[in-house]
Each structure stands twice: as C-alpha cells, then as structure tokens.
C-alpha cells in the first residue's frame, strides 16, 4: 500500500514569502499521476497541480510543482493572502487506487 | 466543464440508511468517473470510491468495500453514495469530484452527514 507523507504538517510565512511543501511517497508514483489540491476553510479541494507539473485551468503561474519517482515539491512563489489554506498531495495508479497525503497547513505569521 | 451538485446535509441515528446524491451537468455524464471523498470533522481527505457511469464499473477503497455502496443513474446524471446502517463515526462532510485523468477535477459542494443518537 502507498503512503503520501507530506512535510511540514504546518508552514508559518508572511505574505510575499516562497512556500515550499514536500510530498514524499512510499513508493514510485508516475509523474502522471501525482496532483495537488488547496483546501480553504469552509470550502471543497480545489485542484492546483496535475500531472506532477501542470496547473490546471485557472491556477496563477504563481504556483508550480516538481519532482518525480517518490519525492514531488509544491512551490508557491510569493504568497498572496488568499494562499493560505490546506494542501493535499493525491496520487493514482497504487495501492489503494487513489490516496491523499495528509496535509499542509499554511498558515500567516 | 464539469459541474456537480451535492445533496443537502443530514441528520441521521445510528443504525439508519441514507443515500445522498451528486448530480452532473456540463460535460456529458458517461465521460468521467465520479468519485467520493471523505472528510472527517477537522480531519484530512480520505478516498472511498470511485464510479463510471457508462458502465457502472465501481471500485473502492479497502476501508470502505462492504461500509458503502457507490451507484450512478446515467439517465439524470447522478451518482450516489449510500450507507445501510449508519454509525457514529460515519459523521463527516463527503465530496463528489470528477476524475478523468487520475487526479479530481471538479468538485462538489460537499454533503455534510451528522449521525447521532
């Protein structure tokens, strides 16, 4: 069974900050298949990232994510006040058929 | 572009059945597979299932195989998620989201469920 560790479970930045959050499998998932999500409060996931690297419609260039084999980067590159939400790694393929990680909480400092 | 629109929230005892519904408008129904995604109160997002309406062909999580049953009507573009006897710790808000490619596309609104004696 596929594990998705996410690192930090929680991120303290200030506005206009760079966030970087880690996703860090078990086991070997497809670039194809890894994705991100943004949870707000009070509101459904959102997709970010699919595909490891492509954002999806809507998603400003702000935000990007790396990585391959077992360990995948969700970068933000400066945050806005909007960004700070909960984010999901998700990926497709393993053991159970799909599986999130745990979460990143980013929080403002 | 897919939408989906969730039933409305519920209040149910313990040992009650429930099904709630999300029905999809936009691109056709038969394309994509809806799945469903669990979210405990305070708690991070857990995968149950996932369904394809063209064929019905479901699939589920180990932890949720035999606790839900995933079904969809293609006639009105609905998907369900249903529970034969409710528990305590059934107690959740479920999402409904698309997926065509492995990952969620679009999602529901969510349905909060709240089963308590």
């Known amino acids: 069974e596929i594990v998705l560790t996410q690192s930090p479970g929680s991120l303290s930045l200030s506005p206009g900050e760079r966030a970087t959050l880690s996703c860090r499998a078990s086991q070997s998932v497809s670039s194809s298949y890894l994705a991100w999500y943004q949870q707000r409060p009070g509101q459904a996931p959102r997709l970010l990232i699919y595909g490891a690297s492509s954002r999806a419609i809507g998603i400003p260039d702000r935000f990007s994510g790396s990585g391959s084999g077992t360990d995948f980067t969700l970068t933000i590159s400066r945050l806005e006040p909007e960004d700070f939400a909960v984010y999901y790694c998700?990926?497709?393929?393993?053991?159970?058929?799909?599986?999130f990680g745990q979460g990143t909480k980013l929080e403002i400092k | 572009e897919v939408q989906l629109v969730q039933s409305g929230a519920e209040v149910k005892k313990p040992g009650e059945s429930l099904k709630i519904s999300c029905k999809g408008s936009g691109n056709p129904f038969t394309t994509y597979w809806i799945g469903w995604v669990r979210q405990m109160p305070g708690k991070g997002l857990e995968w149950m299932g996932i369904?394809?309406?063209?064929?019905?062909?479901?699939r589920y999580s180990p932890s949720s195989q035999g606790q839900v049953t995933i079904s969809a009507d293609k006639s009105t573009s609905t998907a369900y998620l249903q529970w034969s006897s409710l528990k305590a710790s059934d107690t959740a808000m479920y999402y409904c989201?698309?997926?065509?490619?492995?990952?969620?596309?679009?999602w529901g609104q969510g349905t909060l469920v709240t089963v308590s004696s």
């Open positions: 989201a698309s997926s065509a490619g492995g990952n969620f596309d679009y």
């Open positions: 369904i394809y309406p063209g064929d019905s062909d479901t």
């Open positions: 998700q990926q497709y393929g393993s053991s159970p058929l799909y599986s």
